[in-house]
């Protein structure tokens, strides 16, 4: 059954807003999500009637509030159907989920010479961290490059495996570009020659369910503000052996099972990698916004995010001095139009009520790979877009086009 838009962005009270004097058309979300009103509710519901400390506690409002903070990571569990919930490890973000398995699983396992495999299209937060492991611990850092459709050239991919491979660390879907990577190929290849792999989904739970047991991944990473949820609240889905075998990254309290002056135990999954006062009500605003989605039809989610993606591909196709940047498949569409700075174009459409992205998308590697020294606009969707919105955008870009 097809979604009825005008009724879902009733959800969102951020949509009915104006800027500049214009009605709002949100087309940033691959940046950032807008919140349904169940989250808003959900994270006031906490701050208003629940807000305590979780976990060991002797008071209702800490049982309250701990019930709600384990429910959410129940929800998660389920809405990414790992194997247990204790598999779901709370961050800040998909940033600090990566940063976790660097430090934790990187640096004590990984040594010289190990190779650790990255592809071109990744973020900043799949590159840093790997190169601070390698520059510690001597292992090499190998890149699969780009083909002529700046898809990951996967005969290259498959050269790049051998037996020294022993991290696979890629994105799910390109932020900048909105292209789907081939992720099940490359698990299967880095399972082939023993490596583990972590999958950046950051950009992708947003749009389509996720089944980490299919996928088959030993990682898996994401935000919670790119869909739908809080900001400063993430996750990090781990197999178990590894976890298990993985010591803390940050210490203090709600890690520890003892502590003495000379020795301390920590504690069982989750908690030996949630040190400190977690981001309650972060989590709980996440489970708000994991039922949000888990309410919608998700095939017709993905139907009507694809027939937006068709009619925006449509409209830029017809402008002659328009450079569509790769194959976008979901989420989002990046362009250059000749002779046009990029910032320049998107400050035109700001003032028309338009929001889009500019420059190299936290991507910076790719857009050289891509000789793109100026980035990118990139216009990206999620399930509250509407038809008229891509129709704003392309009338947008025509009016900006007349001032060049």
């Known amino acids: 059954m097809a979604l009825d838009i005008q009724t879902l962005r009733l959800d969102f009270p951020i949509l009915a807003h104006t800027v500049n004097g214009q009605p709002l058309v949100y087309l940033d979300n691959a940046a950032t999500t807008q919140k349904p009103r169940a989250v808003l509710d959900a994270l006031n ?3 208003q009637s629940q807000n305590a400390n979780v976990h060991r ?17 129940a929800k998660v569990a389920a809405f990414i159907n790992t194997p247990d919930t204790d598999q779901v490890i709370w961050t800040r973000g998909a940033t600090e989920a990566i940063n976790l398995v660097a430090y934790s699983f990187g640096m004590h396992s990984l040594k010289a010479n190990d190779e650790i495999l990255l592809s071109t299209m990744e973020h900043h937060a799949n590159i840093v961290p790997w190169q601070q492991v390698a520059a510690a611990t001597g292992a090499i850092i190998k890149v699969i490059p780009l083909n002529a459709n700046a898809e990951l050239d996967m005969e290259a991919a498959a050269s790049l495996f051998s037996p020294r491979t022993k991290l696979l660390a890629v994105s799910h879907i390109s932020n900048a570009l909105g292209m789907i990577n081939p992720i099940k190929q490359l698990i299967t290849m880095a399972k082939a020659v023993g490596a583990v792999t972590l999958i950046d989904g950051a950009q992708a739970v947003g749009h389509f369910p996720i089944d980490v047991q299919a996928l088959d991944c030993d990682f898996y990473v994401f935000s919670g503000h790119k869909m739908f949820g809080p900001t400063g609240i993430g996750v990090l889905y781990g197999k178990r052996e590894l976890l298990e075998a993985m010591p803390p990254w940050q210490t203090g309290g709600e890690m520890i099972k003892e502590v003495s002056f000379e020795h301390t135990s920590f504690g069982e999954l989750p908690f030996k990698f949630e040190a400190g006062t977690p981001n309650i009500a972060g989590a709980i ?36 001095d328009v450079r569509i940047i790769g194959r976008p498949q979901a989420g989002a569409v990046s362009f250059v139009i000749d002779d046009v700075h990029p910032q320049d174009l998107a400050t035109l459409l700001d003032m028309q ?12 590697p790719l857009m050289q790979a891509l000789d793109l020294p100026h980035g990118t606009i990139r216009a990206s969707i999620a399930f509250y877009n509407s038809t008229d919105d891509i129709a704003a955008l392309l009338a947008g870009l025509d009016k900006a086009r007349e001032f060049f």
């Open 57 to 73: 506690a002797a008071h209702a409002l800490s049982g309250q509030a701990t019930q709600a903070f384990e429910a959410a990571r």
């Open 353 to 364: 009520g338009i929001a889009v992205r500019t420059g190299h998308h936290c991507a910076m």
């Open 45 to 47: 519901h906490y701050y």
């Open 285 to 320: 605003g996440l489970g708000a916004a994991v039922d949000y989605l888990s309410g919608l039809d998700r095939a017709a989610v993905v139907a009507h995010e694809q027939a937006l993606m068709e009619q925006l591909l449509a409209g830029l196709n017809a402008m002659p």
